[in-house]
């Protein structure tokens, strides 16, 4: 198992604070007027920072304003839900690359 389990992290220059809850029923869950965000306390690796990153996408169109362009829980979750399943992979995958190559020429 591993051993990251953040208590913060920075969004656009903002400080979120992170705090982790047994009995969550979603994965994750962001307020975003008192910048917390809360993980269920039981989450595994991959679901662990695959939840947090969900979250701190949400963060991101709050900050930029986007989340008032998308006036709808439903589509913002839908634009959210899309880059989990799209970018984030490539992310993660592009990082594993680079932390496998790193100290190569």
Known sequence: MSSYKPRQ???GGQTYK???KKNLEDFGVLD???KIITIRATLKDNDLIDTILH???HAC???S???YLLDDENKEEALVRAFDSLLLPVIKR???KACKNRGNP
Do not use: H
């Open 94 to 96: 592009e990082l594993k």
């Open 9 to 11: 992290i920075t969004i």
């Open 61 to 63: 169109l709050e900050i």
């Open 65 to 67: 304003g986007l989340s």
């Open 32 to 34: 975003s007027d008192k």
């Open 18 to 20: 992170i705090r982790y």
């Open 55 to 57: 979250e701190a996408f």
